[in-house]
């Protein structure tokens, strides 16, 4: 039981409000009030681009509005997050200090210009953003209404100016001893006469620049993301400095390419996230973009498992910046928030409490509306949920508490996008790793999502789809899980390379891997859009004579010690080995050698987790399941992501939106949420 803000009784439900928007409004400010309480809001973060109100000249600060919209949300019972607003720049600063400004990949400057577009390390910048934290902290961290510091916002891009080359120039010199051989070696810089002789001649991938080092590309992407965590730990530390007790996060973007934030996670005391899942698109269903949200629930929360995470921005309606700007149909709104909830978040929180007037989001959606008024369907559906989540307080502080963990990483992701191999537009590393993770949540066993770098000791399964880039140690860390009983289940392409994309010799998965699944890959082949090949299943009980069709890549395999699951049946790998398993110590090794459907694998999927001792569950079409546990109860969540009933049977417990007793079985009406309560006996 970890809960994340003692001082709030239950969920925090709310969002980002910009009362600096309206000063010239008492009137709007104070029906703002009047309508959070209507919506069950309890808080709202503030200040996330409110620099320029903050400090309208260099040096002449006002925060007596702060400090009365502060006081007066406290009074009403309304707890505040409060930002730092380096997100944006007022146009003084990037008058006044260009270097502020960010330099693109052809190597020219921006231009003064919206936001999220800065100089990590910009002396400037920093000077600038350590005044303003510091004014901040001195006067709102002992504010009772205070809960949380919501480091700048949504964090990205890379700056290519001289002072990141010069700094990215140092971080290499640091990771390769001061030794320009070190490089040349790791990154085979022999190959088309590439050698460096000092650390002065390497350049970040300028657009017109280097790209036939992969090692470079992958590195300045790690670089990336060190000299942003460098800065938002610059951030912190300045907080620190005078508020050494408040929790501090910063929102993190849907599974966000652009930086590794399993490198950031361990800088806050919180992972928050914000949600904008395209409901109701014409490419997938809306169990599919809900399984696909669900995915990112579950990398966030799983970064850190020993307590809940936050929602920290989520669409009242609708967005304003997607290519179709489609309205949430009624009722998805409370399944949305629901899920987040049942995923193991403590918070539900819009972008925006109120619309703003003007500019770029005057259309995006809002808890109250141009209209002004409760009287709206968001509103009303926003309400509902606040209600909802009052019910359910005591689901707070609870946790996941999986058996079953995927492993995902950003490098990988990175460097199979950039590998120059299989095929360019099947690589798909996200939505494979997606769509075998939504099987096993088919299964109604959600898997955590963690790095390989993290600790997965704990886990009964582990799955690791396309591990192509093996970081030092993973070897060891796999031959152990599996030694001490583990159950992992690899797919092709992986254990290539090592850390810097050198390969693995003697036969891949590299680094041992190969001892561990008993099978060396010896080929992959891409398909074509329209190649297909099928397997074969032999003599499992589930499984048994099941013929699946494989797409996009299959590997021939040579098989040492393995057992063979299923075989290919067609073209030149006919008759060899597609899926095998490998007993090793006590543990078991799982080696899939191709593409599939991965609902296709739901019954061999089934078998491993009912060999590692974890009982799947059968789940009505469209309904999707979570579960959270403290030490006095289990909490379970099943969600109806359809519109027609669906019976679940095998459950009992309380229903904790009703207060109602439920004992075998419950008809669960289209797009209901239902959340059982089963206290331990
Ligand atoms: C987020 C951002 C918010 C707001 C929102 C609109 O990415 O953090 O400030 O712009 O999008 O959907």
Known sequence: M??????????????????????????????????????????????????????????????????????NL??????????????????????????????????????????????????????????????????????????????????????????CKKRFQEYLAEKFNHDIDKLNHAWWTGFWSRRFTSFEQVEPPYSNGEDSILGLNLEWKRFTTWSTNDFMRFEIDTLRKVDPKTPVTTNFMTMYEGLDYH?????????????????????????????????????????????????????PGLVNWAPVNKYKRPGIHRLACLQAVASGSDTVQYFQIRKGRGAFEQHHGAVIDHLGTDDTRVFREVAEVGEMLEKI????????????????????????????????????????????????????VEPDIVSSDMDWSGYKVILAPMLYV????????????VRKGGRIIATYFSGYVDQNLLCHLGGFPGDGLSEVFGVISEEIDSFYPADRNHIL???????????????????????????????????YIQGSPAVTVN???????????????AEDLAPFFREVLEGAGISPKILPKNVEYHVRKNENAVYEFYLNLGSQEAEINGICGEDLLTGDRIDGSYMLQGMQVLVVKKEYR
């Open 2 to 71: 970890y809960q994340l803000f003692p001082k709030v009784n239950g969920f925090i439900h709310g969002g980002d409000y910009n009362p600096d928007q309206w000063l010239d409004r008492p009137d709007i400010l104070e029906k703002d009030v009047e309508l959070m309480k209507k919506a069950h809001i309890n808080c709202v973060t503030l200040g996330v681009f409110s620099w320029s109100a903050y400090e309208r000249e260099e040096g002449k600060f006002s925060f007596d509005w702060l400090k009365s919209v502060m006081d």
């Open 74 to 163: 406290y009074e009403n019972g309304i707890y505040t997050i409060l930002a730092t607003p380096s997100g944006a720049r007022p146009a003084w600063l990037d008058e006044k200090y260009p270097d502020a400004m960010r330099v693109d990949a052809y190597g020219h400057r921006n231009r003064h210009s919206s936001r999220h577009n800065h100089c990590m390390t910009s002396v400037n910048y920093r000077k600038q953003v350590a005044k303003i934290d510091t004014q901040l902290a001195e006067k709102f961290s002992e504010h009772p209404g205070l809960i949380l510091w919501h480091i700048s916002n949504e964090f990205g891009g890379a700056c290519y100016c001289d002072s």
């Open 263 to 315: 490198q950031m996670m361990d800088s806050l005391d919180i992972i928050s996230w914000d949600s904008y899942p395209r409901f109701h698109n014409d490419y997938e269903s809306l169990q599919e973009t809900f399984a696909r949200n669900a995915f990112n629930h579950a990398l966030f929360r799983s970064m850190k498992p020993d307590r809940p995470f936050m929602l920290m921005e989520s669409a």
């Open 393 to 444: 307080g005591e689901v707070t502080g609870s946790l996941a508490g999986n058996p079953v963990a995927l492993l995902f990483d950003w490098d990988n992701r990175w460097a199979i996008k950039d590998a120059m191999a299989l095929a360019q537009e099947t690589k798909k590393y996200e939505e494979t790793c997606i769509d075998i993770w939504k099987t096993f949540l088919r299964l109604g």
């Open 470 to 481: 093996l970081h030092d140690g993973i070897g060891d860390k796999v031959k152990e899980f």
């Open 537 to 571: 299943w032999k003599d499992s009980e589930d499984t048994l004579g099941k013929r699946i069709e494989v797409r996009d890549y299959a590997e021939l395999l040579r098989v040492k010690d393995a057992k063979v699951l299923a075989s290919y049946t067609e073209d």
């Open 583 to 597: 007993d090793y110590g006590p543990g078991r090794a799982y080696y899939l050698a191709c593409r599939t459907e």
